[in-house]
T-cell receptor, first 116, second 113 residues
Framework: AAGVIQSPRHLIKEKRETATLKCYPIPRHDTVYWYQQGPGQDPQFLISFYEKMQSDKGSIPDRFSAQQFSDYHSELNMSSLELGDSALYFCASSLRQSLDRGYEQYFGPGTRLTVT | KQEVTQIPAALSVPEGENLVLNCSFT??????LQWFRQDPGKGLTSLLLIQSSQREQTSGRLNASLDKSSGRSTLYIAASQPGDSATYLCAVHWMDSSYKLIFGSGTRLLVRP
C-alpha cells in the first residue's frame, strides 16, 4: 500500500539559510499534518491543512510557512534557519471522511534537518 | 490544558517477560488514541489505534486498552523479544476543533536477551 512520502530524507543547511521540505500524502487523503521532533523530545504539532486550506496551527515559528497544493502535496518552507531548528520533521496524512478509522494519522519516514 | 503523560520513562526487562506501558491523558473528551513505536533516529510506526467508543485493540503480541473515564490507556506486550526494544509513544486526538495529535514523552524499552 502507498505510504506518505517525504523528501528529502536528510538535509544539511547553514544558519540563516532557507530549507524546503516536501510531503506527498497517501492518495485520496485530504488532510496533511506537519510535526517537529527535536533531539530527545516528543513530536510537536506545527500546522495542518484540510482540502488545501490551513486547518490548524500549533507552535510553528513565524519564520516557517507551509502550504498544500492542488495535487494535495504539501511543502514546509523554513527561512533564517537557526541551530535550534535541527530536528526530525514528520509529515502525516489522514482521511477525515474515514469514519471507520477515526481520523487515523499515517506518518511519513521524516526529514532529518541539520543546521550547522 | 491537554496533556499526555507516559510512565515509566524507561524500562529494562529480560526477554520473554510480559510488560505494560502506561499512558494517561487529561480531559476524557477524546476522539481516539494511537500507540506508536519509534526506533532511534527513525520514523513513527503506528501500532494500534483505539477509537473513543472502543475498550481495546489487539495486534499480535500487542494489546492496547482504553479507559476514557479515568483518562488512561495501557499497552500490553506479551512475551517480549529483543526486537521490541524501541521507544513507545502514546498520542491523543481530542474532540475539539483541532485534528492534531498530542504526544506523550514516550517509554524507552530495552528487552535484554
Amino acid at each position: 500500500a502507498a505510504g506518505v512520502i517525504q523528501s528529502p530524507r536528510h538535509l544539511i543547511k547553514e544558519k540563516r539559510e532557507t530549507a524546503t521540505l516536501k510531503c506527498y500524502p497517501i492518495p485520496r487523503h485530504d488532510t496533511v499534518y506537519w510535526y517537529q521532533q527535536g533531539p530527545g523530545q516528543d513530536p510537536q504539532f506545527l500546522i495542518s491543512f484540510y482540502e488545501k486550506m490551513q486547518s490548524d496551527k500549533g507552535s510553528i515559528p513565524d519564520r516557517f510557512s507551509a502550504q498544500q497544493f492542488s495535487d494535495y502535496h504539501s511543502e514546509l518552507n523554513m527561512s533564517s534557519l537557526e541551530l535550534g531548528d535541527s530536528a526530525l520533521y514528520f509529515c502525516a496524512s489522514s482521511l477525515r471522511q474515514s469514519l471507520d478509522r477515526g481520523y487515523e494519522q499515517y506518518f511519513g519516514p521524516g526529514t532529518r534537518l541539520t543546521v550547522t | 490544558k491537554q496533556e499526555v503523560t507516559q510512565i515509566p520513562a524507561a524500562l529494562s526487562v529480560p526477554e520473554g517477560e510480559n510488560l505494560v506501558l502506561n499512558c494517561s491523558f487529561t480531559d476524557s473528551a477524546i476522539y481516539n488514541l494511537q500507540w506508536f513505536r519509534q526506533d532511534p533516529g527513525k520514523g513513527l510506526t503506528s501500532l494500534l489505534l483505539i477509537q473513543s467508543s472502543q475498550r481495546e485493540q489487539t495486534s499480535g503480541r500487542l494489546n492496547a486498552s482504553l479507559d476514557k473515564s479515568s483518562g488512561r490507556s495501557t499497552l500490553y506486550i506479551a512475551a517480549s523479544q529483543p526486537g521490541d526494544s524501541a521507544t513507545y509513544l502514546c498520542a491523543v486526538h481530542w474532540m475539539d476543533s483541532s485534528y492534531k495529535l498530542i504526544f506523550g514523552s514516550g517509554t524507552r524499552l530495552l528487552v535484554r536477551p
